[in-house]
């Protein structure tokens, strides 16, 4: 168990003198605060820096990113993956513009209520722009918190995270913004998850797992499900004047990006040709091989280039390709194509 007073005393005061000067920490604007929150769900640090630094130029305040183009942002957000963010991130904001006068809630229930804001942002964002007494739980704080407590139960577990969450309300002062960065920064610098520098740790002398010598134990987290593999054949559909085929994607994980049309690796061209509409030449020229992991899947992908003269309404100038959104995994692609056509 937690000496409370002198474990929240030691963890502060390290704090204190130690967080880094990352730039959302030298704003009090609860928007900012939260847009970076977003960012670094699933994303490390380093590379949410320069994105969070160009939002803030390009969408400095509520109504600039609620009055956004969709196309625009998702272009924008390019290469941080996990797209549905974004897009929640945009219809919250909205909500913010339109419910509240685009000012971002001081009160924890209508602010849980906003598109994409789930506990660890709720709590997040209402601590570190409010100090609203909410923890905000992400991996980072799992760890440090299985090894103070030397918990050995699974750490992926819903019920297990819940229950931490609570344990952390329970102690946490009335510096709770400062407190729950505190324990996510320990966690990122200092109780890491190889080679924890207990020796330098400002909270040892409460940590349980040290004191047992099992802090290489732990966290527990059950063995990650296999991810699915999937096999692609990906066409780059050329027309005589230039143009690529591309279709936005609409219903998945990555709608309103563009993609090169991609099928199952036993489709034929020819029923590929029938699906879009298109007359097609079916001697495909291979121009590569790409792969792409995902969290729960990979996928591997055969580029394959084909010609048409028939007129579709998704063939875009390929000097244009460049301004619309796409995700890595075809961006992987298309550079193999230009590549090939220099
Ligand atoms: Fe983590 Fe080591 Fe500190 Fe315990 S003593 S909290 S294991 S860094």
């Given at each position: 168990m937690l000496k409370i007073s002198e474990f929240n005393h030691n963890l502060l005061g390290w704090y204190q003198s130690?967080?880094?000067?990352?730039?959302?920490?030298?704003?009090?604007?609860p928007y900012r605060i939260w847009l970076s929150e977003v960012m670094l769900q699933q994303t490390q640090v380093i590379t949410v820096i320069p994105y969070y630094e160009k939002f803030i130029t390009r969408y400095p305040d509520i109504d600039s990113l609620a009055d956004a183009d969709e196309e625009a942002l998702l272009k924008d957000w390019?290469?941080?993956?996990?797209?549905n963010r974004i897009r929640n991130f945009q219809a919250a904001v909205r909500e913010v513009r339109d419910s509240y006068g685009s000012v971002v809630p001081d009160q924890p229930e209508a602010f849980f209520k906003?598109?994409?804001?789930?506990p660890y942002i709720g709590g997040a964002v209402q601590s570190i722009a409010?100090?609203?007494?909410l923890a905000a739980v992400d991996g980072n704080v799992l760890r440090v918190i299985s090894r103070l407590d030397a918990d050995r139960r699974d750490m992926t577990k819903a019920s297990v995270q819940k229950d931490i969450k609570h344990r952390i309300e329970e102690i946490i002062p009335l510096e709770a913004g400062d407190f729950n960065q505190a324990l996510m920064e320990l966690g990122a610098t200092i109780c890491t998850p190889r080679a924890p520098k207990c020796i330098m740790c400002p909270v040892q002398e409460n940590c349980e797992a040290y004191k047992e010598s099992i802090v290489a134990e732990l966290p527990v987290k059950k063995k990650a499900k296999q991810k699915n593999e999937l096999y692609y054949n990906v066409y780059f559909i050329l027309n005589d004047r230039g143009e690529v085929l591309l279709r936005k994607q609409e219903g998945?994980?990555?709608?309103g990006m563009y993609e090169l049309p991609k099928y199952d690796v036993d489709t034929s061209i020819e029923s590929i040709g029938e699906e879009l509409g298109i007359d097609v030449d079916t001697s495909g020229v291979h121009i590569g091989s790409s792969k792409h992991v995902f969290t729960h899947q990979v996928w591997y992908m055969e580029g394959y280039m084909l010609h048409t003269r028939s007129p579709h309404p998704g063939f875009v100038p390929l000097r244009e390709v460049e301004n619309l959104p796409m995700s890595r995994a075809m961006q992987k692609l298309y550079r193999l194509f230009e590549s090939e056509n220099g």
């Open positions: 130690n967080k880094r000067a990352l730039p959302w920490r030298q704003t009090q604007d390019e290469g941080l993956g996990y797209y906003l598109k994409g804001v789930g409010f100090n609203h007494l998945t994980l990555l709608q």
